[in-house]
């Protein structure tokens, strides 16, 4: 589960939003809940297999996805200079990254350090030490370090919309606090990392996807009406396929896309007919295969 920055409000101003009662979503502080009801599916990410498979969603596409990096690096600077905790730090460009559903990133390194920022928004998303900069301590408070990483985690994201997790790290000596939101119990993708050692240091942070559901109060949408819609994707998909049998949902999420519409990423496994050995033991097929439904309506929140 590195969803993409576009913040909601440019969502909202479009005319082409319209909720149910003919009016148009148009104030950027509007709470809204995101409804599914005329769904379409896109494969994006497969396994070959027998299947007739395709990707639809260019943006997602390994087949393109070079294609954009080759127009991020020929355009990003070869330097660049952000501010973690309050220093400056001047980087090199390295590469350009991405993890879908997350934006394309540009990766920059310095003297013991990299960082990461956004490839379209130029927003820092992630900074690491590559070597201690200072001494981590050797007592780890969890409620101390827990405070400190609230109070930087709180300059990017609604920490009070997040749970939070933490790990305690022995060999660096570090905290991991993981902030997650979800929204009426589905993951959003939005999630953000702190480490923090011993000695109340903020060694590094990643971040993915934020800011793309502030205005999200709710998510509906009909569970038997998904599954059919998968169903029906995968029957076409696999048409012909006399071994195909069945799938599996692995886990689902929503994002935010790169025009600001919202859809539903599915991670399913089709799953074929049992191959038998020779001591009687047997294997299932699966081939892990990426959904992305759209069909997602905006309606003010009561």
Not at 35 to 60: I, R
Not at 171 to 198: A, H, K, L, P, W
Not at 287 to 302: E, H
Request: glycine content about 6%; hydrophobic content about 35%.
């Amino acid at each position: 589960m590195k969803t993409i920055k576009i913040i909601l409000s440019l969502l909202l101003i479009s005319a082409m939003t319209i909720i149910g009662s003919g009016c148009v979503l148009n104030q950027t502080d509007q709470k809204v809940i995101i409804e599914f009801k005329n769904l379409t599916v896109l494969e994006t990410t497969f396994n070959p297999d027998a299947g007739k498979h395709a990707y639809e969603y260019d943006l997602w596409s390994y087949e393109k996805e070079n294609i954009y990096e080759e127009k991020i690096k020929s355009t990003s600077s070869k330097e660049f200079t952000v501010k973690f905790n309050g220093k400056k730090y001047t980087g090199t460009f390295n590469d350009v990254n991405r993890i879908v559903p997350g934006p394309f990133t540009c990766y920059y390194r310095g003297e013991n350090f990299s960082f990461e920022i956004n490839a379209k928004t130029k927003e820092l998303v992630s900074f690491t030490y590559h070597v201690s900069a200072f001494d981590h301590g050797q007592t780890l408070d969890e409620a101390k370090c827990r405070e400190i990483a609230d109070n930087f985690a709180s300059k990017y994201i609604e920490i009070n919309q997040c749970s939070v997790e933490a790990t305690i790290s022995t060999g660096s000596n570090q905290y991991m606090f993981v902030y997650s939101r979800n929204i009426s119990d589905i993951e959003t993708g939005e999630v953000f990392y702190v480490y923090v050692d011993g000695n109340g240091n903020i060694t590094d942070f990643y971040s993915r996807v934020m800011h793309g559901f502030d205005n999200v109060l709710g998510i509906e949408f009909d569970e038997k009406q998904i599954l059919d819609a998968i169903e029906a994707k995968l029957a076409t998909i696999y048409e012909g396929v006399d071994n195909y049998e069945s799938y599996t949902v692995e886990n689902f999420y929503i994002v935010q896309l790169e025009d600001g519409r919202f859809a539903l990423v599915y991670n399913v496994n089709a799953q074929f007919e049992k191959k038998y050995f020779d001591n009687g033991s047997y294997t299932v097929p699966l081939t892990p295969i990426r959904l992305l439904i759209t069909g997602a309506t905006l309606k003010p929140a009561n």
